[in-house]
């Protein structure tokens, strides 16, 4: 199985800065035929469903706000928003989608 | 609009069994693979497996601590799938979500995120 590793844990961003997350895969999930990088960033807060904001590594699903944003190849992933806003508080995990079995981070706690 | 609506949750002993249920609408079900996905308490998200199209025969793929214990099914008549567990451990105590994919597949692989989840329904194992 690929082991998806999310740094840090948790942390805590003043309003209107920067915030990184970063994701490390046991092996890599960029397919060499088509370039693309199998990961997606998904945002879960509390009491609700995960919601997608990231695929492809870099592809923003449609609706996400543009401060929003991935990037990263083979192994190592970085989600980051840009300007943080309140109502980004929240859990963010990565999944990788190259092979079965999917599997997820662990979670980064966001908070302000 | 899309919808996913999860039921059958609930407190079972352990080793007992429980079967889950996935209501979906406001899409074409019968042409979507489906997943199950779980998270326990305060806790990360675990796949469990899917179940791909009538024209893919149904095929199925099950996480590594699932296997054998878990079955996934669906009724396209019924817009439903469902997950069946069996010998179910204090362990698998979670929120179960159904969820639909986006992505593609090719020859035996999905490549698939997660576009839409139900609520969930949370399983409790316990005595």
């Known amino acids: 199985d690929i082991v998806m590793t999310q740094s840090p844990d948790s942390l805590a961003v003043s309003l209107g800065e920067r915030a990184t997350i970063n994701c490390k895969s046991s092996?890599?999930?960029?397919?060499?035929?088509?370039?693309?990088?199998?990961l997606a960033w998904y945002q879960q807060k509390p009491g609700q469903p995960p919601k997608v904001l990231i695929y492809?590594?870099?592809t923003r699903e449609s609706g996400v706000p543009d401060r929003f944003s991935g990037s990263g190849s083979g192994t190592d992933f970085t989600l980051t928003i840009s300007s943080l806003q309140s109502e980004d508080v929240a859990v963010y995990y990565c999944q990788q989608y190259y092979t079965t079995p999917i599997t997820f981070g662990q979670g980064t706690r966001l908070e302000i | 609009e899309v919808q996913l609506v999860e039921s059958g949750g609930g407190l079972v002993q352990p080793g007992g069994s429980l079967k889950l249920s996935c209501a979906a609408s406001g899409f074409d079900f019968s042409a979507s693979p489906m997943h199950w996905v779980r998270q326990a308490s305060g806790k990360g998200l675990e796949w469990i497996g899917q179940i791909r199209i009538k024209t893919k025969n149904y095929a199925t793929a099950y996480g590594t601590s699932m296997k054998g214990r878990f079955t996934i099914s669906r009724d396209d008549s019924k817009n439903t799938a469902y997950l069946q567990m069996n010998s179910l451990k204090t362990e698998d105590t979670a929120v179960y979500y159904c969820a639909r994919p986006k992505g593609f597949c090719l020859n035996d692989a999905c490549y698939h995120w997660f576009l839409s989840w139900g609520q969930g329904t949370l399983v409790t194992v316990s005595s």
């Open positions: 492809w590594s870099s």
């Open positions: 092996q890599s999930v960029l397919n060499r035929s088509n370039k693309e990088n199998y």
